[in-house]
């Protein structure tokens, strides 16, 4: 299991990695490991803490809370590299490799429609569930890496996806992160959360930060390289306004 960086994160989610043997030799998916509360609702702070655990912790708190697999998308089959493949064809290979995993599976397919007055309701009330959004793909697209226009994000929240540029604090607990936002700001975000800290520190030590920067209002922070992390940010749009940090992606 790989994270988005490309880090080997096989160790933080043993339980879904065992999960994924049952699948046939060669497939890549695309998706999202999620952790459930005792109500249902989605925790990412949970899916943090997991991340950023020792592969002891990370198997003690499977034992309590166990990961789910949410799959996105179909990348490579044991027949090839389907991601030139359009999406409506993906989506089908995906439902049918999945039916043939075992009933208990904690892979799951990602629900999808092509109805409109099917998937407006998801949006108004999933997101009590801690479902973020929704996602609208073109059916007939190929699979592209990063940002497309062939896909769009709506999500309740007015968050972005802002680059992580350096920090502030030791690299092994990091106090806040220095990002830059898509319309070119950088800032310093608010305090992170214990588990966020943990998790990105693993970035920053690898990464050596040495030399200081500035942000646009002159907050001083620790350099790294850009492109290492990417941050999602509620982030207001005024010069001073603040930058919360919400989890890396």
Same mark, same amino acid.
């Not at 089908?92 to 999808?112: C, F, K």
């Not at 998937?119 to 073109?138: C, D, F, M, S």
């Not at 996806?161 to 310093?188: E, K, M, S």
């Not at 001083?220 to 890396?248: C, D, F, N």
């Given at each position: ?36 509360? =005792? ?5 990412? =702070? ?42 409506? =064809? ?67 929240? =007015? ?91």
């Amino acid at each position: 299991m790989q994270a988005r960086s490309g880090r080997d994160v096989t160790a933080a989610w043993a339980d879904l990695a065992l999960a994924g043997h049952r699948l046939p030799a060669r497939t890549v998916l695309d998706g999202e490991a999620v952790i459930t509360t =005792e109500d249902g609702r989605i925790s990412f =702070e949970a899916a943090q803490v997991r991340a950023a655990s020792s592969p002891a912790r990370a198997h003690r708190l499977a034992a309590q809370r166990p990961a789910h697999y949410i799959a996105f998308d179909a990348l490579q089959l044991p027949s090839g590299d389907v991601r030139p493949r359009p999406y409506s =064809e993906r989506r089908a290979a995906l439902l049918n490799l999945l039916a043939e995993l075992p009933r208990n599976t904690p892979i799951q397919a990602v629900s999808a429609t092509t109805d409109r007055d099917t998937a407006l309701p998801w949006y108004n009330t999933l997101h009590h569930q801690g479902i973020e959004g929704i996602v609208a793909k073109r059916a007939t697209s190929p699979y592209r890496v990063g940002r497309s226009g062939r896909w769009q994000e709506i999500r309740h929240a =007015e968050t972005v996806d802002a680059d992580v540029i350096g920090c502030t604090g030791p690299q092994t607990r990091p106090r806040a992160l220095a990002v830059r936002l898509p319309n070119g700001r950088t800032a310093l975000t608010q305090t992170l959360s214990a588990p966020l800290a943990a998790q990105i520190a693993q970035v920053l030590v690898a990464a050596r930060p040495a030399e200081q920067g500035r942000t646009d209002t002159g907050e001083t922070y620790t350099k790294i390289p850009s492109g290492l992390a990417v941050l999602e940010v509620l982030a207001g749009t005024t010069r001073h306004a603040v930058v919360t940090p919400l989890r890396l992606r």
